[in-house]
């Protein structure tokens, strides 16, 4: 169990849980076992509390980090497409506007194509723009002078 976990009660613990769940402290109260009357008044003081509040942020950035896919994932993905390994289920028509569902058909050449182009993109494979970096000083040249020829 983490540490978080057990500075607290079994009812701030639910509380929490539930309020991640319904998003109303209130309701999120009443089910975790409060009276009604706690529920009522006393629910901006659990979600004061500092125990609970960093349990549901810690929680919150969990349930965050399963649901959003990073950049490994990405690149694993868009890798097995663009090697042929992905499979998904593609519509067919078979005449007469009747259509099967074929499953398990790897990636058409234009996803093969696509993948490629966005992994290309990561790695800055196809740039067309040049970069330079130019380590240089910059000399400035008064061209307003006291000396002035045609006056």
Request: aromatic share 6%.
């Amino acid at each position: 169990m983490p540490l978080i976990e057990r500075k607290l009660t079994v009812k701030q613990q639910a509380f929490a849980d539930y309020y991640i769940e319904l998003g109303n402290a209130t309701e999120a109260a009443k089910k975790a076992g409060y009276s009604q009357k706690y529920a009522a008044q006393n629910t901006d003081k659990l979600l004061k509390n500092t125990n609970v509040s960093a349990y549901i942020e810690n929680r919150m950035k969990e349930i965050q980090s399963q649901r959003i896919a990073d950049q490994e994932e990405v690149m694993e993905l868009l890798t097995s497409v663009l090697r042929g390994e992905a499979r998904s289920a593609v519509l067919r028509g078979i005449g007469e506007g009747a259509q099967v569902i074929e499953e398990y058909m790897p990636p058409t050449t234009t996803e093969r194509i696509r993948a490629a182009e966005l992994i290309g993109k990561r790695y800055a494979l196809f740039t067309d723009k040049q970069e330079i970096n130019a380590n240089v000083t910059p000399i400035f040249v008064d061209d307003i002078s006291g000396d002035n020829n045609g006056s």
